[in-house]
């Protein structure tokens, strides 16, 4: 199943993707040129919309706001494989991580001091662990995955698909299984990372409509149990 997805989109998009891509983006044109203003009173399937339009139609606009995602890691699951792999023909071992996140908006607007933050709702990531570039999904040299937003199932939910190397899985991976309450890892998708699958960018590639990603981070914070516990004092006197 995973290898009929990736095969709906190469690593050179041709005509037909970008019609595709045309399509998709005339389908949320009506919530993407909505102002910045109207984000608060949006749904969280809203917000996906207009990100998805405005990083694809209004990308030198958009940039002002300086939009980065936050995916606040909520679940974790690695997963094992050897045998023979029917993407390389091959007899070998993979791994691959699939993380549940709570996926929220980020935006500096011009004038003000505060950052503003939007929910976008929960979704997914799948990065599988690599020392190269992997074959699935098919990117480009230097990038690091791609967000959709497409499902059937799961319309205006944002999917995460790329790989991250084993050094990066080994340094966060304990933060991740970390039991502890004052402890949790966001993924973060920043501004100069993102980029629109289509002409002019070569360097990234995805499905019809996808954003492509040059960069991933992983960001642990903790609090201590001494802290928590006094905030709770404060607020309870």
């Known amino acids: 199943m995973r290898n009929d997805y990736t ?21 949320i044109e ?13 749904t969280e399937g809203e917000r996906t919309k207009w990100f998805f339009w405005n990083l694809h139609e209004n990308l030198d606009e958009f940039r002002k706001l300086e939009p980065t995602l936050v995916g606040q890691i909520v679940c974790t699951q690695l997963t ?3 045998g023979l792999s029917m993407a390389t023909e091959k007899m070998g071992s993979a791994q691959q991580i699939a993380l549940t996140c709570r996926w929220s908006l980020r935006l500096a607007f011009p004038g003000l001091q505060n950052e503003e933050v939007y929910p976008m709702g929960e979704g997914s990531v799948d990065l599988a662990i690599s020392g190269a570039v992997p074959s699935n999904p098919p990117l480009q040299k230097n990038q690091k995955g791609y967000i959709e937003s497409d499902s059937s ?7 995460v698909y ?17 039991p502890a309450p004052t402890c949790h890892t966001d993924l973060i998708l920043r501004d100069e990372a993102l980029f629109p699958v289509k002409p002019g960018f070569g360097f990234v590639t995805g499905p019809a409509g996808a954003v492509g990603v040059t960069a991933l981070e992983f960001r642990v914070n903790s609090h201590s149990a001494d802290r928590r516990g006094s905030r709770r004092s404060d607020r309870g006197a």
């Open 80 to 82: 094992v494989t050897e």
């Open 7 to 27: 095969q709906r989109f190469s690593l050179e998009p041709d005509d037909s993707h970008e019609k595709l891509r045309r399509d998709a983006m005339r389908l």
């Open 153 to 159: 199932l799961y319309p205006n939910t944002m999917f």
């Open 162 to 178: 790329g790989w991250v190397t084993e050094p990066v899985w080994n340094a966060v991976k304990d933060h991740l299984y970390s």
């Open 30 to 42: 009506s919530h993407g040129k909505r102002p910045f203003s109207d984000l608060p009173d949006m």
